[in-house]
């Protein structure tokens, strides 16, 4: 223990005689492993700090925001504009919320790398997935909050996703709305769930959560070839923490306190550097220029709806994330004892690296949406003048037609335009004069028919432009059952 | 009570006040959960109250046909008939409206079949296309291509004095049977 002088030593010998008054049985200190006094340790304390700095962002915010469909939005604008630091403490508490999943996350990877999950500490692993699992539910209702056109279309998307839930989809979308469309009862719902409901539940679990951390002590490192058992780990375990055990306070805390205290002020750079998100444009549904876009969390899910084929989409968001999920929850009952060290444990390891890489990649793909048509490329985005350069009015005239048809909104010139489709670059090269026609009038592969949308000049005129779209040095594709220079 | 001598045997009590104090205790227990009931009821019923009714569809005005021009489609907007005060701009929401001809009329709901997300006609195009995932619908609202599995959802529609009047009042949802 720290010398303490003065005042302190006055309160902290005061509060001794009452915590763990000398006579009677001391248990009031709590020790842990020397092993699990290490850097990588640090992450459920400072997971801790920020979900409390969330919980006094959000009390903040909360004096403020209307939780009103008409007022929301326009509120958000006041705390960003009048409120003064409004919008620090928006930034705070959006950012925070960023900080806390990914501190989670690196909580959860760190004890499951770990094996602290096996016994006796199943339920800890329990709350805390639930603990996450809620967490991720503030994340969704918080975006909610912020009220404006993305928060409402990502809304419609959940719930069309909910609806397709079998025989009780509608009712369901119902109930949760809190009546038959997105308005004033569906933000209040998510109001209430969001400052009451879960934080009442997160609080409860994390009191738990830290009450099992408490009675079953932490976990200490693992070594490898020692092997978690039901019926000796209690009795070496304590012998482990009697022989070179070390007390929380203050030796159990230093590297908490340091980890836990940049993270606070990195978050406060981030915000304060950052500002707050949003709100973009307001709720109105029926403006309609609008591109709906989850949050960080949730880009992986987007990236799923996008990339899956389509018959995939219910069947994954109904049965297969749920299962995972349940998976996840489950673990430490489906291997609570043996081998905790990383290396002696593939199949853990396999499973983690497989899921944490398609988190990182759809995460990452989520960031620029491939899979979305940019519907404003036909208008605003300019063809690159060396595809007109020497060009004859005919292919120039298919040019501007790519623009006017709006293929350029899903089919890139020069790297810009949409993904959704393959780029125009080198289609000469890959199709031929018939192949160009068929795939135009009838699509195809992801692509609409343009039969009806096109008069036969205008079909011509496109396909003379496609035709120019090789490089200089190959010669566009033909047909291979005619001659080569009959020209496909 | 009738139950008190039957508690007094099978919890082997001779002397009559265990069976007083279990016959207390029963009692209790009975009270709290009538209680419990008479509570969770109304409160049930309150929090359930959007299903009260199964579908929520209302005929409701899109204006004057001469709005909507011949062999053109166009985006309508309604305030959506079931909706609070507190609503705001939320309660107004857009549709396709397409003409075809005379009184032969189309209104297609904005939501794309897959996501739900707004899809916008293109004209030149003649076609609709989605944000999200590129799912696109000719002009009939038959599916292009794409995710969607289906076509877009239709309102049904009727045109009575001159006005072009369609049954609204709820969001799409995959589960909703074809109109």
Excluded at chain 1, 37 to 54: C, D, H, K, M, R
Excluded at chain 1, 108 to 117: D, E, K, P, S
């Amino acid at each position: 223990m720290a010398k303490l002088s003065g005042w302190p030593r006055i309160i902290g010998d005061w509060l001794r005689l009452r915590l763990s008054p000398p006579g009677l049985p001391d248990n009031s200190e709590f020790k842990l492993p020397r092993s699990a006094i290490s850097w990588s340790y640090v992450f459920g304390s400072a997971t801790f700090v920020v979900l409390l700095l969330e919980l006094v962002t959000g009390l903040c915010l909360a004096l403020v925001y209307q939780p009103s469909a008409d007022s929301a939005w326009q509120s958000l604008l006041y705390l960003n504009y009048q409120q003064p630091l409004g919008w620090f403490l928006r930034a705070l508490h959006y950012w925070g919320s960023n900080f806390l999943v990914a501190l989670m996350i690196l909580h959860l990877v760190q004890v499951f790398v770990i094996g602290a999950y096996k016994f006796p500490r199943e339920l800890t692993w329990i709350g805390g997935i639930l603990l996450l699992l809620l967490t991720l539910a503030m994340a969704l209702t918080g975006e909610v909050l912020r009220f404006d056109q993305e928060s409402y279309w990502d809304l419609v998307i959940g719930f069309a996703l909910a609806g397709r839930t079998p025989l009780i989809g509608a009712r369901l979308v119902h109930f949760l709305m809190g009546g038959p469309i997105i308005a004033g009862a569906t933000l209040e719902r998510m109001y209430t769930t969001h400052v009451l409901l879960l934080p009442a539940a997160i609080l409860g679990l994390t009191g738990l959560h830290l009450l099992l951390v408490y009675k079953l002590g932490i976990s200490e490192w693992p070594m490898p070839g020692r092997l978690v058992n039901r019926d000796t780990y209690l009795a070496s375990y304590r012998a482990e923490v009697e022989r070179e055990g070390e007390p929380l306070i203050p030796n159990g805390l230093r590297k908490d306190l340091i980890f836990a205290g940049l993270i606070v002020l990195a978050l406060i750079v981030t915000a304060a550097v950052l500002g707050p998100k949003g709100p973009n444009g307001a709720p109105n549904p029926s403006i309609i220029q609008t591109r709906p876009h989850p949050d960080f969390y949730f880009l992986w899910m987007e990236a799923l709806m996008g990339l899956l084929p389509a018959w995939l989409d219910t069947p994954f968001a109904l049965i297969v994330l749920p299962i995972l999920l349940l998976g996840l929850i489950a673990m430490p009952l489906i291997s609570p004892t043996g081998e905790r060290y990383i290396l002696r444990r593939p199949l853990s390891m396999v499973i983690a690296v497989t899921v944490l890489t398609v988190l990182v990649t759809t995460t990452w793909l989520g960031t620029y949406d491939p899979w979305s048509p940019d519907m404003n490329a036909w208008s605003g985005t300019p063809i690159p003048a060396a595809y007109l350069k020497g060009r004859t009015p005919l292919e120039i005239q298919g040019a501007i037609l790519i623009q006017a048809k709006q293929c350029r909104n899903c089919h890139a010139l020069d790297g810009s335009g949409g993904m959704r489709g393959p780029s125009l670059d080198t289609t000469a090269t890959r199709l031929t004069r018939n192949e160009l026609i068929r795939q135009i009038l009838q699509g195809g592969g992801n692509m609409p028919g343009y039969g009806k949308a096109l008069k036969p000049a205008e079909v011509d005129a496109i396909v003379a432009f496609l035709m120019t779209m090789h490089p200089a040095n190959e010669p566009p594709a033909h047909s291979s059952a005619r001659p080569a220079d009959a020209g496909g | 009570m009738s139950e008190s001598p039957e508690i007094a045997n099978s919890g082997g009590g001779q002397t009559p006040a265990p069976n007083r104090r279990s016959f207390l205790l029963r009692a209790g227990l009975l009270i709290n959960a009538l209680a419990l009931a008479a509570l969770a009821l109304p409160i049930a019923g309150y929090l359930l109250a959007p299903l009260r009714r199964v579908v929520y569809l209302k005929w409701i005005s899109l204006g004057p046909v001469e709005n909507f021009p011949e062999n053109q489609t166009r985006l309508a907007i309604y305030k959506n008939p079931f909706r609070t005060p507190w609503d705001g701009s939320t309660a107004e929401i857009p549709c396709w409206v397409r003409r075809i001809k005379g009184d032969a009329f189309q209104v297609f709901a904005i939501n794309c079949s897959h996501l739900g997300c707004p899809v916008r006609w293109f004209p030149s195009a003649e076609l609709f296309m989605c944000p999200c995932h590129g799912g696109t619908f000719y002009a009939d609202g038959e599916r292009a291509s794409g995710p969607p599995s289906r076509a877009l959802y239709q309102y049904p529609l009727k045109v009575e004095k001159g006005e072009l009047w369609v049954k609204a009042g709820e969001m799409p949802v995959m589960t909703l049977p074809k109109a």
